[in-house]
């Protein structure tokens, strides 16, 4: 689960970390009155999305030359002249896609005065099992661009759980970032404070770009983008009340309901599978053949005939989805729940596009009888390859 950047930021400060005064503003008056709350007389008006490359996007809705979703203002005048043209408008970023995103919210900021840039971020590095710091001296808009062409300057090191974050990390720190004197006591300091909220909350990315140095020669966070790991939400009803749902695909919250694993994707063949890695392998074999899946879906080992039904009907709802291959290896899961499943998805929602379903493994043959009787119009498989082959056939007439 993600979160915005002024949520983020509140998170940080409740750890000890140094962020600039600022206030949310989900409508022009509101983007106004944060302002006036501020000392001024620089403000930074930024559009709140779950994307990055907010500063250098463009939006749909003004003209090309007009500025990106982070700008600058000398006056609150010229605070609400940015809010109306940012609210309710599409912000098209590198990582939006063509698409882009709808501006809800915005942040109203207090300006920074800035000596130099830097870039931090923290993740779990699933090779070494630890948490992760990545740090660079070469902090902004092009950070994508520094990890292609020159990645000798991103530095990355990881905690040992055991010991947690130990002083010699912040020192680490530092000396990636050529911090010396109080600069470096600061940044070890941050980095324990960014350790510590990691962990406590369960985190799965912290990125701050840019982590700046001030005139006054603080080390202060001046962006915060945190995403957290939806399986430990349970344990954090603070931060599960920071969700926004207009940020999310609503087939992905609508699984979520059901505890389905499910990703959108662009392709047009509706996948639903028992298990990460069936699922993986059979999106690798629809794009063998030709075609591209429109999800990842993992309905689960011991998934009921009500879980399945909802995971059919979220399929459908795709308008991209051209045709549906289930393929199921019934261990766990029993095939003749699966069929139930389907059935009375299809009776309920209609069946417009092709249906191949493949079913293998416990309680096959009563699975297949009951397809079979059903009276759909169901394309029949005997292993993954055939239903591969036979839902490409199908999509591509």
């Known amino acids: 689960m993600?979160?915005?950047?002024?949520?983020?930021?509140a998170i940080l400060k409740a750890y000890g970390a140094n962020v600039s005064a600022g206030y949310p503003a989900l409508t022009v008056a509101e983007a106004v009155e944060a302002a006036k709350k501020l000392p001024g007389p620089l403000f930074v008006v930024k559009s709140q999305i779950h994307a990055g490359g907010r500063g250098k996007g463009k939006f749909k809705e003004l003209p090309a030359d007009a500025k990106g979703g982070v700008r600058l203002a000398f006056s609150?005048?010229?605070?609400?002249?940015?809010?109306?043209?940012?609210?309710?408008?599409?912000?098209?970023?590198?990582?939006?896609?063509?698409?882009?995103?709808?501006?809800?919210?915005?942040?109203?900021?207090?300006?920074?005065?800035?000596?130099?840039?830097?870039?931090?971020?923290?993740?779990?590095?699933?090779?070494?099992?630890?948490t992760a710091f990545v740090v660079s001296t070469e902090g902004g808009m092009d950070i994508e661009a520094v990890a292609h062409d020159t990645p000798e300057k991103i530095i990355t090191f990881s905690v040992d759980p055991a010991t947690g974050v130990m002083p010699h990390h912040g020192r680490a720190v530092a000396k990636a970032l050529g911090l010396s004197g109080d600069l470096a006591k600061q940044a070890e300091v941050l980095t324990g404070q960014l350790y510590r909220a990691f962990v406590e909350k369960d985190m799965a990315m912290l990125e701050i770009n840019p982590l700046i140095i001030t005139k006054d020669g603080k080390l202060k966070c001046l962006d915060a983008k945190i995403g957290f790991d939806s399986n430990a939400l349970y344990r954090h009803p603070d931060v599960m009340e920071l969700r926004d749902l207009t940020e999310e695909d609503h087939k992905e919250i609508e699984a979520s309901k059901y505890d389905l694993s499910y990703v959108a994707l662009d392709g047009t063949i509706g996948c639903m599978v028992n298990g990460a890695g069936l699922a993986m392998a059979t999106m690798d074999i629809i794009k063998l053949y030709g075609s591209e899946p429109?999800?990842?879906?993992?309905?689960?080992?011991?998934?009921?005939?009500?879980?399945?039904?909802?995971?059919?009907?979220?399929?459908?709802?795709?308008?991209?989805?051209?045709?549906?291959?289930?393929?199921?290896?019934?261990?766990?899961?029993?095939?003749?729940?699966?069929?139930?499943?389907?059935?009375?998805?299809?009776?309920?929602v209609g069946l417009k596009v092709p249906l191949v379903v493949r079913l293998e493994g416990t309680n096959v043959d009563l699975g297949k009888k009951i397809i079979r009787e059903s009276g759909l119009n169901v394309i029949p498989a005997d292993d993954l390859d055939d239903a591969a082959q036979k839902i490409v056939k199908a999509v591509n007439g």
Do not use: W
Request: charged share 25%; hydrophobic share 40%; with cysteine.
């Open 2 to 9: 993600n979160i915005h950047e002024y949520q983020g930021k």
């Open 76 to 130: 609150i005048d010229e605070v609400e002249k940015h809010a109306k043209e940012m609210l309710g408008n599409t912000l098209v970023t590198i990582q939006t896609g063509e698409a882009g995103k709808q501006v809800n919210r915005l942040y109203i900021e207090d300006g920074s005065d800035i000596e130099k840039e830097f870039y931090i971020s923290m993740l779990v590095d699933r090779v070494t099992g630890r």
């Open 294 to 348: 429109a999800n990842f879906l993992d309905v689960g080992g011991g998934a009921s005939k009500e879980k399945v039904t909802a995971a059919f009907k979220i399929i459908t709802a795709d308008p991209n989805v051209k045709g549906i291959l289930v393929n199921i290896f019934g261990g766990i899961m029993k095939c003749d729940v699966i069929a139930e499943g389907v059935i009375a998805a299809v009776k309920d």
